[in-house]
Nanobody, 124 residues
Framework: VQLQAFGGGLVQAGGSLRLSCAAS????????MGWFRQAPGKEREFVAA????????YYADSVKGRFTISRGNAKNTVYLQMNSLKPEDTAVYYC??????????????????WGQGTLVTVSS
């Protein structure tokens, strides 16, 4: 599957952004999807994941209550709504698709396809 993430940009602390990830190439609706991020000088970390039906979600503690992952299977798109942004949210954000169908991964090893990343910068 090919993934393309977009929607990043520069925002002030306390602001909001919505990231989108468009998928193509296989049956998107059968696969769990996730978002990860990588800040400068740090390892890539898990942010959020959503099951193939969209009925289950999973969040990193650092974003719980501020970020919301959702999906539109008819549009082959997964979203990440980010509210109350903090400077420490600054990173390149990547979307990813599970390796196997009907799952809900939350570790990088669970995901087999990755988008190119979109930069989010939160100024203080």
């Amino acid at each position: 599957v090919q993934l393309q993430a977009f929607g990043g940009g520069l925002v002030q602390a306390g602001g909001s952004l919505r990231l989108s990830c468009a998928a193509s190439g296989r049956t998107f609706s059968s696969y769990g999807m996730g978002w990860f991020r990588q800040a400068p000088g740090k390892e890539r970390e898990f942010v959020a994941a959503i099951s193939w039906r969209g009925s289950s979600t999973y969040y990193a503690d650092s974003v719980k209550g501020r970020f919301t992952i959702s999906r539109g299977n008819a549009k082959n798109t997964v979203y990440l709504q980010m509210n109350s942004l903090k400077p420490e949210d600054t990173a390149v954000y990547y979307c990813a698709a599970d390796r196997a169908p009907y799952g809900l991964g939350h570790k990088a090893a669970d995901f087999g396809s990755w988008g190119q990343g979109t930069l989010v910068t939160v100024s203080s």
